[in-house]
């Protein structure tokens, strides 16, 4: 049985999220690197079992140092630990990148971003991306919208070569227009972020996939890849939400079969796609969402053949990155070694 129930887990998550993002500010990280780290397992290994017990023979399906974590999932320990030992243990569970979910997440210490940045590569990590908040009805909140120059500057301030939100684009409504605005915001501050050397994307939950309220023949994704220009705005697939849409509105609002396959959509743009979120669910009909989450490997979803797919395409095998996620895994830290294990585990198909 699944550990994760919730009445709404899509917007808990969102609601949740976005209470975590914040900037750091402050003096000085050493009482973090002073702080001890609990004992745990030795880093995951190429010879790792997977959860059946099976040995992976042949090549390894994940790309080698594409492994990343979104930290959000870490957000208890690194609220009461702190960065250094909870990066010191992702260290040891063979992680590559960390993707952040703010700056702070209640850390346990003051933290500046240059200290954050190098407590991170003194580690191994390299942070890789990190999510922020689209927009907001206070003039000084720390969003794209409203402080698109800081959101950019703190970025730079730590190497992030992807920058980018969670916030579905509803900002105007779920009409074809108010999509299409919203994806002239999106290709604003990809300009702003290719103009500092950076990608700027969008993380999707499963709103994304319903269908636009003025036109059900048209779905919302559709309109923001058709809108937004493929050299500014990139895309974070959540890959567990995409099938959690596939499940919810593979018919219109009138019943009409209106299927599609995520992992297509990302066959037909690659480059548009290159970080994923790498979460599991066990399926289940009976619940709203279909699914219910799970650490990775203990789900129904098919990461051998997903991974797989993106990575043979020509020229794409160390083209993405693979951030694996929980938004409430029952022990966070056991969660993040486990995923390690079974994405290192996978081999390809003879």
């Known amino acids: 049985m699944s550990r994760f129930s919730q009445s709404d887990p899509e917007l808990d998550h969102r609601l949740s999220r976005r209470g975590m993002l914040g900037v750091a500010a402050g003096a000085t990280a050493a009482a973090l690197l002073g702080a001890a780290a609990p004992a745990t397992a030795a880093p995951a290994t190429a010879s790792t ?6 040995k992976g023979r042949g090549r390894p399906v994940l790309p080698p140092g594409r492994l990343g974590i979104q930290l959000y999932s870490l957000r208890d320990k690194v609220s009461t630990l702190g ?3 909870v990066f010191a243990e992702l260290e040891r569970y063979g992680y590559d990148e960390v993707e952040f979910a703010g700056y702070t997440q209640g850390s346990a210490g003051p933290i500046t971003l240059a200290q954050l ?7 191994g990590l390299n942070p890789i991306g990190s999510h922020v908040g689209y927009y907001s009805s206070d003039p000084g909140a720390y969003t794209f919208a409203q402080n698109l120059t800081k959101v950019l500057d703190d970025a730079q301030a730590l ?18 227009d108010a999509w299409k605005r919203a994806a002239e915001d999106f290709n604003t501050y990809g300009a702003a972020a290719k103009a500092r050397g950076m990608k700027f994307y969008q993380h999707n939950h ?5 269908f636009a309220t003025d036109n059900p023949k048209v779905r919302l994704y559709d309109i923001l890849l058709k809108e937004t220009d493929p050299d500014l705005v990139y895309l974070e697939m959540d890959i567990y939400w995409a099938y959690v849409g ?13 299927p599609f396959e995520p992992l297509n959509y990302v066959l037909r743009q690659p480059d548009r796609y ?8 066990e399926s289940d009909p009976s619940n709203p969402y ?30 993405h990155h693979w951030q694996a996620e929980h938004d409430n895994p029952a022990e966070s830290f056991t969660f993040a070694r486990r995923s390690s294990a079974h994405l290192h585990s996978l081999r390809e198909k003879c």
């Open 49 to 54: 079992t997977t959860a059946s017990g099976a």
């Open 206 to 210: 499963s709103e994304e996939f319903s």
């Open 83 to 85: 960065f250094g030992p």
């Open 274 to 281: 290159p970080l994923f979120h790498v979460k599991d669910g």
């Open 159 to 176: 190497g992030l070569r992807h920058i980018g939100t969670a916030a579905g684009p509803f900002r105007y409504g779920s009409t074809v």
């Open 290 to 319: 279909g699914y219910r989450m799970t650490d990775v490997g203990d789900g129904d979803i098919d990461y051998q053949r997903f991974i797989s797919a993106v990575t043979r395409l020509r020229g794409h095998r160390l083209a």
């Open 246 to 258: 596939q499940f919810r509105f593979s018919k219109r609002p009138d019943g009409t079969p209106a």
């Open 117 to 123: 940045k190098r407590l991170a590569r003194n580690h």
